[in-house]
Protein backbone atom coordinates (compact mmCIF):
# COMPACT_ATOMS: atom_id res chain seq x y z
CA UNK A 1 0.00 0.00 0.00
CA UNK A 2 1.37 3.27 -1.20
CA UNK A 3 1.76 5.99 1.59
CA UNK A 4 0.50 9.29 0.32
CA UNK A 5 3.28 11.91 1.52
CA UNK A 6 2.89 15.93 1.67
CA UNK A 7 5.03 17.77 -1.42
CA UNK A 8 7.69 20.11 -0.21
CA UNK A 9 8.27 23.83 -1.13
CA UNK A 10 11.94 24.56 -1.37
CA UNK A 11 12.76 28.05 -0.08
CA UNK A 12 14.65 30.25 -2.15
CA UNK A 13 18.53 31.06 -0.93
CA UNK A 14 19.51 34.51 1.08
CA UNK A 15 22.47 36.00 -0.73
CA UNK A 16 24.57 38.14 1.56
CA UNK A 17 27.33 40.51 -0.73
CA UNK A 18 30.08 42.19 0.58
CA UNK A 19 33.56 43.08 -0.83
CA UNK A 20 35.68 40.78 1.40
CA UNK A 21 34.84 38.98 4.45
CA UNK A 22 33.56 41.76 6.53
CA UNK A 23 30.17 40.85 6.03
CA UNK A 24 30.37 37.60 7.97
CA UNK A 25 29.54 39.47 10.68
CA UNK A 26 25.72 39.90 9.18
CA UNK A 27 25.57 36.59 7.71
CA UNK A 28 25.92 35.13 11.56
CA UNK A 29 23.67 37.41 12.34
CA UNK A 30 21.16 36.53 9.91
CA UNK A 31 21.87 32.96 10.48
CA UNK A 32 20.27 33.02 13.52
CA UNK A 33 16.93 34.49 12.57
CA UNK A 34 16.47 32.70 9.65
CA UNK A 35 17.12 29.67 10.26
CA UNK A 36 14.84 27.78 7.79
CA UNK A 37 16.81 29.58 4.83
CA UNK A 38 20.30 28.41 3.05
CA UNK A 39 22.58 31.33 2.56
CA UNK A 40 24.63 32.10 -0.59
CA UNK A 41 27.92 34.50 0.94
CA UNK A 42 29.31 36.19 -2.48
CA UNK A 43 32.60 38.50 -1.67
CA UNK A 44 34.12 40.51 -4.35
CA UNK A 45 37.59 40.34 -3.24
CA UNK A 46 38.97 40.75 -7.15
CA UNK A 47 37.71 44.48 -6.49
CA UNK A 48 38.41 44.82 -2.69
CA UNK A 49 39.02 47.41 -1.23
CA UNK A 50 36.18 49.48 -2.54
CA UNK A 51 37.33 52.66 -0.76
CA UNK A 52 39.75 54.10 -2.93
CA UNK A 53 37.44 53.32 -5.96
CA UNK A 54 36.28 56.02 -8.21
CA UNK A 55 32.69 56.09 -7.86
CA UNK A 56 31.28 55.62 -11.18
CA UNK A 57 33.34 52.88 -12.39
CA UNK A 58 32.47 50.80 -9.08
CA UNK A 59 28.86 51.64 -9.60
CA UNK A 60 29.38 50.07 -12.76
CA UNK A 61 31.13 46.68 -11.62
CA UNK A 62 28.41 46.17 -8.84
CA UNK A 63 25.35 46.79 -11.40
CA UNK A 64 26.83 44.14 -13.79
CA UNK A 65 28.40 41.45 -11.11
CA UNK A 66 24.06 41.67 -9.61
CA UNK A 67 22.70 41.03 -13.25
CA UNK A 68 25.04 37.92 -13.30
CA UNK A 69 24.09 36.46 -9.88
CA UNK A 70 20.40 36.95 -9.51
CA UNK A 71 20.68 34.80 -12.82
CA UNK A 72 22.40 32.43 -11.42
CA UNK A 73 20.87 31.93 -8.22
CA UNK A 74 17.58 33.37 -7.97
CA UNK A 75 17.62 34.24 -4.12
CA UNK A 76 14.81 35.55 -2.06
CA UNK A 77 16.01 38.25 -0.81
CA UNK A 78 20.37 39.94 -0.97
CA UNK A 79 21.76 41.71 2.05
CA UNK A 80 24.04 44.22 0.79
CA UNK A 81 26.50 44.19 3.75
CA UNK A 82 28.89 46.90 2.69
CA UNK A 83 28.04 50.39 3.42
CA UNK A 84 30.51 51.67 0.44
CA UNK A 85 28.66 50.16 -1.92
CA UNK A 86 25.45 50.39 -0.74
CA UNK A 87 25.67 53.82 0.12
CA UNK A 88 26.61 54.01 -3.61
CA UNK A 89 24.72 52.20 -5.63
CA UNK A 90 21.53 51.17 -3.55
CA UNK A 91 19.54 53.26 -5.56
CA UNK A 92 20.38 51.91 -9.07
CA UNK A 93 20.13 48.50 -7.72
CA UNK A 94 16.32 48.61 -6.94
CA UNK A 95 16.44 50.75 -10.11
CA UNK A 96 18.02 47.93 -12.49
CA UNK A 97 16.28 45.01 -10.21
CA UNK A 98 12.93 46.37 -9.21
CA UNK A 99 11.72 42.41 -8.81
CA UNK A 100 14.28 41.68 -6.15
CA UNK A 101 14.48 43.27 -2.36
CA UNK A 102 17.65 44.78 -1.16
CA UNK A 103 18.31 45.09 2.35
CA UNK A 104 21.15 47.86 2.72
CA UNK A 105 23.64 48.85 4.88
CA UNK A 106 24.09 52.59 6.21
CA UNK A 107 26.06 53.81 8.68
CA UNK A 108 24.13 53.47 12.13
CA UNK A 109 23.93 57.46 12.52
CA UNK A 110 20.34 57.48 13.66
CA UNK A 111 20.87 55.23 17.10
CA UNK A 112 23.96 56.73 18.02
CA UNK A 113 22.56 59.97 17.77
CA UNK A 114 19.45 58.42 19.90
CA UNK A 115 22.04 56.59 22.16
CA UNK A 116 24.55 59.40 22.94
CA UNK A 117 24.65 61.61 26.46
CA UNK A 118 27.62 63.55 25.60
CA UNK A 119 26.60 64.72 22.19
CA UNK A 120 29.75 63.71 20.46
CA UNK A 121 29.60 60.80 17.83
CA UNK A 122 32.43 59.46 15.55
CA UNK A 123 31.63 57.02 12.24
CA UNK A 124 35.02 55.32 11.32
CA UNK A 125 34.27 54.23 7.79
CA UNK A 126 36.02 53.73 4.30
CA UNK A 127 36.88 57.17 2.91
CA UNK A 128 34.60 55.83 -0.16
CA UNK A 129 31.22 56.15 2.32
CA UNK A 130 32.96 59.22 4.32
CA UNK A 131 32.74 61.34 1.02
CA UNK A 132 29.11 60.24 0.06
CA UNK A 133 25.89 62.73 0.28
CA UNK A 134 23.87 59.67 1.57
CA UNK A 135 26.42 59.56 4.83
CA UNK A 136 26.33 63.87 5.52
CA UNK A 137 21.95 63.27 4.41
CA UNK A 138 21.70 60.71 7.63
CA UNK A 139 23.71 63.21 9.52
CA UNK A 140 21.62 66.21 8.55
CA UNK A 141 18.07 64.26 9.08
CA UNK A 142 19.04 62.08 12.67
CA UNK A 143 22.06 64.22 13.99
CA UNK A 144 22.09 67.11 13.64
CA UNK A 145 22.08 68.45 17.35
CA UNK A 146 25.25 66.18 17.50
CA UNK A 147 28.86 66.88 16.80
CA UNK A 148 29.63 63.85 14.16
CA UNK A 149 33.34 63.59 13.22
CA UNK A 150 33.76 61.56 10.16
CA UNK A 151 36.64 59.42 10.00
CA UNK A 152 37.90 57.76 7.00
CA UNK A 153 40.33 55.28 7.43
CA UNK A 154 42.74 53.90 4.30
CA UNK A 155 43.61 50.61 6.21
CA UNK A 156 41.49 49.28 8.34
CA UNK A 157 39.55 46.99 5.91
CA UNK A 158 42.73 45.07 4.94
CA UNK A 159 44.11 45.20 8.11
CA UNK A 160 40.65 43.73 9.52
CA UNK A 161 40.93 41.43 6.15
CA UNK A 162 44.51 39.94 7.81
CA UNK A 163 42.89 39.84 11.22
CA UNK A 164 39.88 37.86 10.54
CA UNK A 165 42.74 35.67 8.83
CA UNK A 166 44.28 35.10 12.33
CA UNK A 167 47.39 37.50 11.48
CA UNK A 168 48.10 39.60 14.15
CA UNK A 169 48.34 43.36 13.86
CA UNK A 170 50.60 46.02 14.88
CA UNK A 171 48.91 47.69 18.18
CA UNK A 172 50.40 51.25 17.52
CA UNK A 173 49.22 50.91 13.53
CA UNK A 174 45.72 50.29 14.90
CA UNK A 175 45.56 52.71 17.63
CA UNK A 176 46.87 55.46 14.51
CA UNK A 177 43.63 53.96 13.01
CA UNK A 178 41.00 54.82 15.58
CA UNK A 179 42.33 57.84 17.57
CA UNK A 180 41.19 60.24 15.53
CA UNK A 181 37.66 59.10 16.70
CA UNK A 182 38.50 60.19 19.97
CA UNK A 183 37.29 63.96 20.71
CA UNK A 184 37.49 66.36 24.00
CA UNK A 185 35.46 69.18 23.42
CA UNK A 186 34.28 71.47 26.52
CA UNK A 187 34.65 68.60 29.50
CA UNK A 188 32.57 66.39 27.04
CA UNK A 189 34.49 63.16 25.40
CA UNK A 190 33.22 60.75 22.35
CA UNK A 191 31.25 58.39 23.56
CA UNK A 192 29.76 56.49 20.64
CA UNK A 193 31.70 55.09 17.32
CA UNK A 194 29.83 53.98 14.63
CA UNK A 195 31.76 51.16 13.31
CA UNK A 196 30.55 51.62 9.15
CA UNK A 197 32.07 49.07 7.98
CA UNK A 198 31.11 45.48 7.97
CA UNK A 199 34.92 44.63 8.45
CA UNK A 200 35.40 46.43 11.86
CA UNK A 201 33.25 44.36 14.35
CA UNK A 202 35.79 41.94 13.81
CA UNK A 203 38.37 44.32 15.73
CA UNK A 204 35.93 45.61 18.24
CA UNK A 205 37.83 43.16 21.20
CA UNK A 206 40.99 45.05 20.01
CA UNK A 207 39.76 48.09 19.23
CA UNK A 208 38.12 48.14 22.78
CA UNK A 209 41.46 47.56 24.19
CA UNK A 210 43.38 49.81 22.54
CA UNK A 211 41.18 52.87 23.05
CA UNK A 212 42.01 55.84 25.09
CA UNK A 213 38.77 55.73 27.02
CA UNK A 214 35.47 53.10 27.41
CA UNK A 215 32.76 53.95 24.34
CA UNK A 216 29.83 52.14 22.69
CA UNK A 217 31.09 50.64 19.58
CA UNK A 218 28.27 50.32 17.37
CA UNK A 219 27.55 47.54 15.14
CA UNK A 220 24.94 47.50 12.88
CA UNK A 221 24.82 43.59 12.37
CA UNK A 222 22.21 42.88 14.34
CA UNK A 223 19.53 45.41 12.64
CA UNK A 224 20.57 44.55 9.47
CA UNK A 225 19.20 40.72 9.89
CA UNK A 226 16.33 41.95 11.79
CA UNK A 227 15.36 43.80 8.51
CA UNK A 228 16.15 41.10 6.38
CA UNK A 229 14.08 38.59 8.66
CA UNK A 230 10.79 41.12 8.18
CA UNK A 231 10.94 40.79 4.82
CA UNK A 232 11.75 37.66 4.03
CA UNK A 233 8.35 35.44 3.74
CA UNK A 234 7.69 32.90 6.55
CA UNK A 235 8.51 29.29 5.80
CA UNK A 236 5.22 26.98 6.41
CA UNK A 237 5.25 23.60 7.65
CA UNK A 238 5.73 21.80 4.61
CA UNK A 239 9.01 24.33 3.24
CA UNK A 240 12.22 23.30 4.10
CA UNK A 241 15.77 25.50 2.68
CA UNK A 242 18.02 24.29 0.55
CA UNK A 243 20.83 24.34 3.25
CA UNK A 244 24.09 23.97 1.01
CA UNK A 245 25.36 27.09 2.28
CA UNK A 246 28.23 28.32 -0.02
CA UNK A 247 30.53 31.24 -0.63
CA UNK A 248 31.61 32.60 -4.15
CA UNK A 249 34.82 34.85 -4.81
CA UNK A 250 35.19 36.62 -8.08
CA UNK A 251 38.88 36.66 -7.46
CA UNK A 252 38.13 32.58 -8.10
CA UNK A 253 41.64 32.13 -6.20
CA UNK A 254 40.84 32.90 -2.27
CA UNK A 255 43.75 31.62 -0.20
CA UNK A 256 43.79 28.64 2.47
CA UNK A 257 42.98 30.78 5.30
CA UNK A 258 40.20 32.58 3.56
CA UNK A 259 38.68 28.98 2.64
CA UNK A 260 39.22 27.66 6.61
CA UNK A 261 37.51 30.47 7.44
CA UNK A 262 35.03 29.57 5.62
CA UNK A 263 34.66 26.43 6.51
CA UNK A 264 34.31 27.54 9.94
CA UNK A 265 31.02 29.69 8.93
CA UNK A 266 29.75 26.44 7.50
CA UNK A 267 30.44 27.94 4.07
CA UNK A 268 31.53 25.78 1.00
CA UNK A 269 33.95 27.74 -1.57
CA UNK A 270 32.11 27.39 -4.88
Not at 34 to 42: C, H, K, S
Not at 44 to 68: Q, T, V
Amino acid sequence: MRVATKATHELKPVLVFDSGIGGLTVLREARVLMPERGFIYVADDAGFPYGGWEEEGLKARILALFADLLDRYDPELCIIACNTAFTLVGADLRAAFPDMTFVGTVPAIKPAAERTRSGLVSVLATPGTVKRAYTRDLIQSFASQCHVRLVGSENLARMAEAYIRGESLDDAAVRAEIDPCFVEREGRRTDIVVLACTHYPFMANLFRRLAPWPVDWLDPAEAIARQARRLVPPADADSHGVHTDFAVFTSHAPDFPTRRLMQGFGLRVS
